[in-house]
């Protein structure tokens, strides 16, 4: 127990001692919700490609490019995807700089979600932001998604989104080069955006 703070010239006791936070080093992590999307454009391409050079996003990721370092391929894919009217392609930024990218596209009958956030900006909230907006946008329900099952923080994102288990897989993954059992989600249709934006 700390002794009474002595009485001051007036008779007054000062209050208790408050450390002094300005004092010594601090370390901050900035969460922002100032996440923003906006159509793809060339330009965004070079931070796409330098994010998938990332071995760690491309393991928790799983599914991902064939040969991350490929660019003739990655340019190709893009082409592809820009040129169908049926994907809908966003870029993420946040206070202006890209940090990703979400889409929503078909597979066969089913919508289906992805997203791929730099790995320099993971836990700071910016996947939620980010794949609730992409669903704002999206008029069809149910929407689906995957995810490698030992990926906790995109089934964190997903679930955040309102979305719920429906299923396993699994595949042959580019970027474990093994066979990945996955979980198959679902935002079902009577879902309410859970992303908290």
Known sequence: MRPAPAAGPDGTRAGPEVPNLSVGPRIVRRVTTEVRLRPVRDEDLPAFFAHEQDPQANWMAAFGPKDPADRAAF?????????????V???????????GRVAAFPVGERTEVSYWIDSAHWGRGHATAALAALLRELPQRPVHARAAKDNAASLAVLRKCGFVV????????????????????????????????
Do not use: M
């Open 89 to 99: 392609n966003r870029t993420v930024t946040v206070d202006g700089v890209v940090v």
């Open 75 to 87: 340019d190709a894919h893009w082409a592809r995807i820009r040129a169908d009217p049926r994907i």
């Open 166 to 197: 429906i299923g396993e897989d699994s595949g042959y993954a580019a970027g474990r080069g093994a066979e990945v059992e996955e979980y198959v989600l679902e935002l079902p249709a009577e879902a309410t955006d859970q992303g908290g934006h």
